[in-house]
């Protein structure tokens, strides 16, 4: 035997290559589509409503079971994410837009419909949370919500154009795009899920979604829903004391960086989605444009903030954290001060720009800091509540923004 034969390689000890990093676009394509699948429905509820046999005013529950589904299903998925692997969320979330899509295709009454837009909504939140969670940089998470502002802003002429050329059943299918980008993601995701050694805190969950459910419907039913949102976070507050390593990590609250961040985030949300409603109804009222003018301005303005939200992100790292959190700020606030008080009515527009652009930039800065500030095991929950936090910005906004073209 020569000295070759003799000689075993010994086994290797090197840790396995970490995955390669998920191109920034093919994370905006897996997340981005929730946001014109929400919008989708604004231009033609109408339509939706004849083919049903209902009011139009009816018919706009399909926009809040949407809503209702995003909300819940953020930290839900989030919690997925944190017990089972990035790839039991991707399974999960692809299965619920497929099922979703499909009973939204063939429904022929209202509430089965609305169950199937929860469905795609639960999916998207999913896709959503995955996405964030693989981002890692404020500049690639710049190209996530910069995706979302402007798909947002196309979502309701995107809807109207594929139900004028085909049926607005196709049009509540455009999410379904998200599923483009799975296969490349699924093989890049991490396939080892995390180790869980306590039990889910399946009454901190429930809470959590019941609070996250009433607030909600505050702008459908303000007195109940205020009184119930104020008791389930009573309770919740309860439970978290009680267990403060469950759904809702008591340390993760009390983490200044992470709660101000999200508290941040929620105020910037509500500010766009209330000048998004309220902007239009103010041009018509204040100037002699038409319609199609009012919505072909608005859609330029925030298109025009999201891609500025997007150089904003990729500046980000040059400029500083207190610099970029400085112009947020300052923007932040300059936009509704501006809506307020402006005596031109055309003003107005920018003032959409300056909205998108603070809540697109602030949600890739602010999530980056809610996330870094958590420890490593609890950051998918961090991106979950903080995405919450966000998205009850865009429960609340149209309902400030009902109050304001009312009382004008």
Same mark, same amino acid.
């Given at each position: 035997?020569?000295?070759?034969? !003799? ?29 014109? +699948? ?7 509820? +109408? ?37 089972? +692997? ?40 999913? &896709? ?18 910069? +995706? =979302? ?57 429930? &809470? ?6 009433? *607030? ?18 009573? &309770? ?10 469950? =759904? ?19 105020? =910037?949300?509500?500010?766009? =989605?209330? #000048? ?5 109804? *103010? ?15 608005? *859609? ?22 207190? !610099?970029?959190?400085?112009?947020? &700020? ?6 509704? #001060?501006?809506?307020? *008080? ?11 720009? #300056? ?54």
């Amino acid at each position: 035997m020569s000295l070759l034969d !003799r000689i075993r390689p010994l086994p290797s000890t090197a840790p396995p290559p970490e995955p390669r990093p998920v191109p920034a676009l093919w994370l905006a394509l897996l997340a981005t589509p929730l946001a014109a +699948g929400a919008n989708s429905p604004v231009l033609i509820l +109408g339509d939706i409503a004849d083919s049903f046999g209902v009011r139009t005013a009816t018919a706009t529950w399909l926009v809040t079971a949407f809503a209702w589904a995003v909300a819940v299903g953020t930290p839900l998925m989030a919690g997925l994410l944190r017990r089972r +692997g990035m790839r039991a969320v991707l399974r999960l979330s692809a299965t619920l837009v497929v099922t979703g899509t499909a009973v939204v295709a063939v429904a022929p009454w209202l509430p089965l419909a609305m169950a199937g837009r929860a469905a795609q909504a639960l999916g998207g939140a999913g &896709l959503v949370t995955a996405a964030m969670s693989l981002a890692g940089t404020i500049r690639r998470m710049g190209v996530i919500t910069a +995706g =979302f502002g402007a798909l947002g802003a196309v979502g309701p002429l995107l809807g109207s154009a594929i139900a004028g050329t085909a049926s607005w059943r196709v049009s509540l299918a455009v999410g379904a795009v998200a599923l483009l980008a799975l296969p490349l993601v699924a093989r890049r995701a991490d396939p080892a899920p995390p180790r869980q050694s306590a039990p889910f805190d399946r009454r901190g969950a429930a &809470l959590l979604v019941l609070l996250a459910t009433f *607030l909600v419907l505050v702008p459908r039913f303000p007195l109940p829903a205020t009184t119930a949102s104020l008791t389930a976070g009573v &309770l919740l507050a309860l439970h978290i004391r009680s267990h403060p390593t469950g =759904f809702v990590p008591l340390s993760l609250l009390r983490t200044r960086t992470f709660l101000l961040s999200t508290l941040l985030a929620c105020a =910037f949300a509500t500010s766009y =989605f209330t #000048l998004l409603f309220t902007v239009p109804q *103010l041009l018509h009222d204040r100037t002699d444009w038409t319609t199609s003018t009012i919505g072909t301005g608005q *859609l330029v303005a925030l298109l025009t903030g999201s891609a500025l939200s997007m150089a904003l992100a990729v500046a980000a790292t040059r400029l500083g954290r207190p !610099r970029v959190l400085a112009v947020l &700020l300052t923007t932040g606030a300059l936009a509704p #001060l501006a809506a307020l *008080l402006t005596p031109w009515p055309p003003l107005l527009l920018p003032v959409a720009t #300056l909205a998108v652009f603070t809540t697109s930039a602030g949600q890739a800065t602010l999530a980056v800091l809610a996330v870094q500030s958590a420890p490593a095991p609890q950051r998918p929950t961090a991106i979950g509540l903080f995405n919450l936090g966000y998205q009850l910005g865009g429960a609340f906004g149209p309902a400030i923004a009902a109050l304001i073209v009312l009382g004008a």
